[in-house]
């Protein structure tokens, strides 16, 4: 088993985030191995010079950090606690980072039964996308006790270029991103509709967002996300269900809390809609669609002549 300056990282969860963060993690000089249900994501990290190995289970023989980049809960629960989970077989004292996207109250539920099973646990959602994760300059919103962040800093310190630390107990890094979550997710569908608004009136899309973007209706996700839209472009790199996941992980901290969050419900029926219309897959502005199908208005299409005007 390894040092704390030398440790052995194993990293679960090979997609483009996970992808990104372990071969970042590698080129820090750690020691990286890396696990994925896909054979094609391992063999993707085997080129880049990593190895991996087939489950979880397998980690726990020779890493004493395991980061969890999956989906969503139900993946960490399986990943930790499943038939080949990670959680009764790590050594006493092994930190697990869980970096998905949770509720603030299974991040504190998990964080007491790995402290149980005498591990420890930096509480670590991230945020940044797949480019970012690659170059190791995440924003890591994170929260864990004190042996946490020293047994896991030169991980931290590979995958991001800004680590907040919130609080002392896992539940503050996952409470912080469901608000980045909540925002984001707010701020897509409101770019959808501000420009399906456009559209509808007739202005052209490629002057519509030079003008937004130098006003005061700006927002960084519309700065991001209508070039895909002006391109016709709707290659996933965040995609659809990922926010209907994370404001429907929104909606039920609401109701735990007893909070109305109205403008988050309408947010979510929109990428609900989007899903059900079967773009779940593609990407997060493919929301604007919903309005597409709803109103007939016509969307920039691929190759576009215009995809040359905007950068």
């Known amino acids: 088993m390894s040092n704390h300056v030398n440790p052995v990282v194993g990293v679960v969860g090979l997609g483009a985030m996970g992808l990104g963060s372990a071969t970042a993690i590698l080129e820090a000089g750690l020691t990286v191995i890396g696990c994925d249900v896909s054979a094609h994501a391992c063999d993707a990290f085997i080129s880049r010079g990593g190895r991996c190995v087939a489950t979880p289970a397998e980690l726990a023989d020779e890493c004493d950090i395991v980061v969890l980049l999956v989906v969503n809960a139900d993946q960490v629960e399986s990943v930790l606690f499943g038939a080949a989970g990670l959680a009764s077989r790590l050594a006493p004292g092994s930190l697990v980072m869980q ?19 005498g591990l420890l646990m930096l509480d670590a959602p991230v945020s940044g996308g797949a480019a970012k994760a690659a170059t190791g300059q995440l924003s890591i919103m994170s929260s864990g006790n004190p042996s946490a962040y020293t047994k896991g800093q030169a991980v931290l310190d590979a995958m991001a270029a800004t680590v907040y630390r919130l609080g002392d107990a896992p539940g503050a890094g996952s409470s912080v991103k469901l608000v980045n979550q909540h925002l984001a997710g707010i701020h897509i569908a409101a770019a959808a509709e501000a ?25 960084w996700m519309f700065e991001n996300r209508v070039p895909h839209i002006l391109k016709g472009d709707y290659t996933p790199l965040s995609a659809v269900d990922i926010f209907v996941k994370d404001l429907n992980i929104v909606h039920q901290t609401g109701r735990e809390l007893t909070l109305a969050m109205p403008v988050a419900a309408s947010a979510l029926q929109q990428f609900t809609a989007a899903s059900g219309a079967g773009l779940g897959r593609e990407d997060d502005s493919a929301v604007i669609k919903v309005y597409q199908r709803l109103s007939g208005i016509e969307l920039p299409a691929a190759n576009d002549p215009a995809d040359q005007e905007v950068g």
């Open 195 to 219: 420009m399906a608004l456009g559209i509808r009136m007739g202005l052209n899309p490629e002057t519509l967002y030079e003008v937004i973007t130098h006003s005061a209706g700006n927002s």
């Open 99 to 117: 970096c998905a996207t949770v509720a603030p109250s299974y991040a504190k539920a998990l964080g007491t039964r790995l402290t149980e099973a």
